[in-house]
């Protein structure tokens, strides 16, 4: 599978943005998704993830209660929908697909490119 994500962007604390992941390949919804992000010097950590059916979702707790993943496997896409933005939620956001249900990045084999999330205070 192959992953585009876009919508990042410059937001003010306290917006709101919604980050896509586009999947090619006809097994998108076989595959378990996450979203990931990076910040400048740091590693890659776990925001958020959904199951291949998208009956079960995990977050990270820092955005718990403000970021919401979900899925629309008839159109191949992921999303993220982010409200409460923070100056710490700032990074590179990735997407991933996997087969396993987890926050390990190495759960996962397939990785979108990344998009920018910059939020200013």
């Known amino acids: 599978v192959q992953l585009q994500a876009s919508g990042g962007g410059l937001v003010q604390a306290g917006g709101s943005l919604r980050l896509s992941c586009a999947a090619s390949?006809?097994?998108?919804?076989?595959?378990?998704m996450g979203w990931f992000r990076q910040a400048p010097g740091k590693e890659r950590d776990f925001v958020a993830a959904i199951t291949a059916g998208g009956g079960s979702t995990d977050y990270t707790d820092s955005v718990k209660g403000r970021f919401s993943i979900s899925r629309d496997n008839a159109k191949n896409t992921v999303y993220l929908q982010m409200n409460s933005l923070k100056p710490e939620d700032t990074g590179v956001y990735y997407c991933a697909a996997g087969l396993i249900f987890t926050h390990s990045n190495h759960g996962y084999n397939a990785w979108g490119q990344g998009t920018q999330v910059t939020v200013s205070s």
């Open positions: 390949g006809r097994t998108f919804s076989r595959y378990v």
